[in-house]
């Protein structure tokens, strides 16, 4: 069966999982992304590859770093940007999720960068436009529930390899709440797809999913174990709103086990780098210390997040 991603020339039409996407074309984004970030030192900080286009941000669940680096991206790339106010639109008076689509369609849009609580959402779009023949539109998952961030994972491989160079090498550790992780589970399918040789989750048990190892990671319960070594340290906030009843004793006793501070960031390399997907909770999973030491590349995510963003856009456009 043919990827839906893809289509039949092997060119990417929808982005909504990195499960599945090829090595090649994961890595055609990484680089097309390279240009687009120094982009950001020029006077005039646009591109017309958009020119014309009209992208829809549909933002069923809250965003901060996510809905704004696409609402930049794309007015980069010179398109039409529309923000639909999902809380004062019609969904709220019982229309459908592809009724309100199908409605956006008719307005001439070209692009929807979906995030909604409901695993799957942006796939249902993408599979409707498909099935009714309007192939020139496009859907990017901006986040759907526990199940993928591809674009999330996509920067945070750009960052990596930024700082890294090579993943084959690498021994990356995914800290903390993985179960309801849809970051952690697009990163683990970028590393192990461009080869990277060790991918480490570490938390609870009641944090990481059942069949973890079957996604080709070492499972760890002890930070200390699991970072020592650690070229790259990526830590998870634990996900409240996706918990079903009480995971944890309390937020003091998780930080005290799985929270990241300067003397469990010794344990990894010297030269280790943190990592952090935002929105971050300060002495939950974190240290102040680690989240503005100067091993932490937190804000270089956001900032390499607009170029990948705009990478993805760019590519789905058919640039
Ligand atoms: N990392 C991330 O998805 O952040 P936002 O929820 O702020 O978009």
Same mark, same amino acid.
């Given at each position: 069966m043919r990827n839906p991603q893809?289509?039949?020339?092997?060119?990417?039409?929808? &982005? &909504?999982?990195?499960?599945?996407?090829?090595?090649?074309?994961?890595?055609?984004? &990484?680089?097309?992304?390279?240009?687009?970030?120094?982009?950001?030192?020029?006077?005039?900080?646009? @591109?017309?590859? $958009?020119?014309?286009?009209?992208?829809?941000n549909l933002f069923f669940e809250n965003s901060t770093r996510t809905r704004t680096t696409f609402e930049i991206a794309a007015k980069r790339l010179s398109?039409?940007?529309?923000?639909?106010?999902?809380?004062?639109?019609?969904?709220?008076?019982?229309?459908t999720l592809l009724d309100t689509v199908d409605n956006l369609v008719a307005?001439?849009?070209?692009?929807?960068?979906?995030?909604?609580?409901?695993s799957g959402a942006p796939h249902l779009i993408?599979?409707?436009?498909?099935?009714?023949?309007?192939?020139h539109v496009h859907v990017v998952n901006a986040g759907d529930g526990r199940h993928a961030h591809p674009t999330?994972? $996509? $920067?945070d491989l750009f960052t990596i390899r930024h700082y890294k160079q090579d993943f084959h090498r690498l021994t990356v550790a995914i800290v903390g709440d @993985? &179960?309801?992780?849809?970051?952690?589970?697009?990163l683990i399918?970028?590393?192990?797809? $461009?080869?990277?040789?060790?991918v480490r989750v570490i938390g609870p048990k009641t944090l990481l999913p059942t069949a973890v190892a079957s996604l080709g990671v070492q499972v760890f319960h002890d930070m200390r174990e699991g970072l020592a070594g650690c070229d790259v340290v990526v830590m998870l906030r634990l996900q409240n709103e996706r918990m079903k009843g009480a995971l944890l004793p309390s937020a003091g006793e998780y930080f005290k086990h799985y929270g990241l501070t300067p003397e469990k960031l010794a344990l990894a390399k010297p030269d280790a780098i @943190?990592?952090?997907?935002?929105?971050?909770?300060?002495?939950?999973?974190?240290?102040?210390? @680690?989240?503005?030491?100067?091993?932490?590349?937190?804000?270089?995510q956001v900032t390499f997040g607009i170029a990948v963003r705009m990478a993805v856009m760019s590519m789905l456009a058919g640039n």
């Open positions: 893809l289509n039949a020339a092997g060119e990417l039409t929808h &982005l &909504l999982t990195l499960e599945d996407l090829p090595a090649e074309v994961i890595s055609r984004i &990484l680089d097309t992304a390279v240009p687009f970030a120094s982009i950001a030192e020029r006077d005039v900080k646009k @591109v017309p590859l $958009l020119r014309g286009r009209s992208v829809f398109a039409d940007v529309i923000n639909l106010n999902i809380g004062a639109s019609s969904t709220s008076k019982g229309e307005m001439n849009a070209d692009m929807f960068v979906v995030r909604h609580a409901q993408a599979a409707h436009l498909n099935r009714t023949g309007r192939t999330q994972g $996509l $920067l @993985v &179960l309801h992780s849809r970051v952690a589970r697009s399918h970028g590393l192990t797809t $461009l080869g990277t040789p060790e @943190v990592m952090h997907p935002g929105p971050m909770n300060r002495g939950v999973e974190i240290d102040s210390a @680690v989240a503005d030491g100067e091993r932490s590349v937190i804000l270089p």
